[in-house]
């Protein structure tokens, strides 16, 4: 199967009084015709990705 989605490297901080690292050079590459979950607890970066 060919990939629908492919993420590489994903990088994402916040700036709020310190620097908050939530997603650190992500890289995953989601299939077409597959199901995924994303989970994690509340702050880790879920809705963030």
Known sequence: MNN???LKNI???YNVK???KV???I???FRA???YSLMG???SGKSTL
């Open 33 to 35: 015709g597959k199901i």
């Open 41 to 43: 607890p509340s702050g």
């Open 11 to 13: 990088v994402k901080n």
């Open 4 to 6: 629908l989605i492919e």
């Open 27 to 29: 890289n995953f590459s």
């Open 18 to 20: 310190k620097k908050i």
């Open 23 to 25: 997603l650190n050079k």
